[in-house]
Structures are given as C-alpha cells and as structure tokens.
C-alpha cells in the first residue's frame, strides 16, 4: 500500500503562483510513477502532469505546459507541482496519484487540494 498526502492549496489571484506537495509514505519503493490530476466542478479528471520516480522524466497536458513544472524529491518521498501563471480556469480541485508499475493504472490517490484562482 501506498498512501499520499497532498498539501499546499489554496486561492490566489491570476498570474500568480502555488506550489502543491504530496508526501508518500508505506511502500514507496515500489513506486514506479507519480501523476497530479485535477477536476473542476461539472468535469472529468484530468491527467495533467507525470514523473517517473526513478529516471525523473516528466509529461505535461497542453492545458498546463510551459507553465507547470513537476518535480520530485526522492530521499523525502514527495513530488511537488509548481504552478505559475495560474488562470482562472485552473480552478479545481488538485489531487495526486501513483502507480506501482509500467503497465499499472493511478491505484493509489491523495485526499484533493482545492486551487482557487481569481480573476
């Protein structure tokens, strides 16, 4: 089992920034990636960042490239995703995910964070 705790959300005004963690804990050598995924009221989940935990190699969604960065701190079993610029349609709630191997889906998922960017 692998459990995650997301944290730093919260509201800021457009064109600034926030940075959200999530720490894993239980069986995080197994880890074989970490997403963050978002949903905002009246829509589906979206993947919108990826990082392989051993060769750091990351993914982007068009929605959030160029503005996004996700990172990870192995030795503190945390990924953090960096957010700048931020619009008001970012607006959702943020959560974490991960997955134990290539061909494994996201199992395990963080509680949610709300962002909350004003126009």
């Known amino acids: 089992q692998v459990q995650l705790v997301e944290s730093g959300g919260g509201l800021v005004q457009a064109g600034g920034s926030l940075r959200l963690s999530c720490a894993a804990s239980?069986?995080?050598?197994?880890?074989?990636?970490m997403g963050w995924f978002r949903q905002a009221p009246g829509k589906e989940r979206e993947l919108i960042a990826t990082?392989?935990?051993?060769?750091?190699?990351?993914g982007y969604a068009d929605s959030v490239k160029g503005r996004f960065i996700i990172s990870r701190d192995n030795a503190k079993n945390t990924v953090y995703l960096q957010m700048n610029s931020l619009k008001p349609e970012d607006t959702a709630v943020y959560y974490c995910a991960a997955r134990v191997a290539a061909t494994a889906k996201y199992g395990y998922w963080g509680q949610g964070t709300q962002v909350t960017v004003s126009s």
């Open positions: 239980g069986r995080t050598l197994a880890l074989f990636a």
């Open positions: 990082i392989n935990w051993s060769s750091g190699s990351t």
